[in-house]
């Protein structure tokens, strides 16, 4: 035989009642309310992320009092100047910096700030062209992208640095936020790839290299009325610009062209094809 159910007293009762009306009204909206957009349910697992809400209402300024213009010479001699510059992209900030195809907005990888802030500038989702990573080394290209075979090897070190620019597949390492605009939408070009570049501008070399210790770099290029061809003056850094109250630092380094950097796409490596001539000389693929 089975032995006799016990039911429960009337006290146990009672008392869980009681426990349960308490919590009830000490705290009812935290006991009933749903979970919110963009939060996370009990079980784990996130809901959809509404970003474009949360990015209209952050804003994000300048982390300095006003924009620091630094002058340096053209040879990146004098490159110690721009030891406060490393200091600001290390707190997260942006600014304009020379390369050896004109000059970009730059901001450091890892500053969510500071990417969010260059898409801003160049306009959230009219920015069409995308943003490209600037690298110390061969090792960070093959950190953050993948299907790098002996032969792409060999390319990108004959190449590297200098005024090329190679679109590559794009690992899981590198963050979501350079692929989306601030409306939470992507962007026009494909989010599995991404453009790496390593310019040999010797100020860009000087303080990405030293000053910042081959720290990645996320760049795009300033906002220009120039189409392309030519050379891209210190003029276009004017302090009257529309953009220029918007970064944190300018590094005027003179004249740079401004014909763009020579792109190849190898997403596909036996099938590499060239994407634009630019100054950088063709290579024999």
């Not at 630094?70 to 110690?80: I, K, Q």
């Not at 801003?120 to 995308?130: N, S, T, Y």
């Not at 943003?131 to 110390?136: M, P």
């Not at 962007?187 to 570049?197: C, E, I, M, N, P």
Request: hydrophobic share 35%; charged share 25%.
């Amino acid at each position: 035989m089975f032995p006799r159910r016990r039911e429960p007293s009337f006290s146990l009762v009672l008392a869980a009642v009681t426990t349960f009306f308490f919590m009830l009204n000490d705290s009812p909206a935290s006991a009933f309310q749903l979970p919110r957009r963009g939060s996370f349910t009990q079980c784990g697992r996130k809901k959809k992320f509404c970003l474009s809400a949360k990015m209209k209402n952050r804003k994000i300024g300048r982390i300095v009092s006003q924009t620091e213009h630094v002058e340096v010479s053209c040879d990146g001699s004098d490159a110690w100047r721009c030891a406060e510059v490393a200091e600001i992209l290390r707190r997260g900030g942006c600014g304009v910096l020379p390369t050896c195809t004109g000059y970009g907005i730059v901001a450091k990888l890892d500053s969510r700030d500071g990417i969010e802030r260059i898409l801003r500038i160049k306009g959230l989702e009219r920015c069409k062209k995308p943003l490209s990573l600037l690298c110390s080394d061969l090792a960070t290209i093959d950190r953050y992208c993948y299907g790098i075979d002996r032969g792409v090897f060999r390319t990108l070190k004959s190449a590297f640095p200098g005024p090329h620019t190679f679109i590559l597949p794009a690992s899981t390492a590198l963050p979501k936020q350079i692929f989306i605009d601030g409306k939470g939408g992507k962007h026009g070009w494909a989010r599995q790839t991404l453009g790496v570049r390593m310019p040999d501008d010797p100020v860009l070399r000087a303080l990405q290299d030293d000053l910042l210790g081959g720290d990645s770099l996320i760049v795009s290029s300033i906002p220009s009325s120039d189409d392309g061809g030519g050379t891209q003056f210190a003029a276009c850094l004017d302090p009257d610009a529309p953009w220029y109250s918007d970064v944190d630092f300018v590094v005027d380094a003179g004249e740079r062209p401004l014909d763009g950097s020579t792109i190849y796409d190898f997403t596909n490596p036996s099938e590499p094809s060239l994407v634009r001539e630019g100054i950088g000389e063709l290579l024999n693929l």
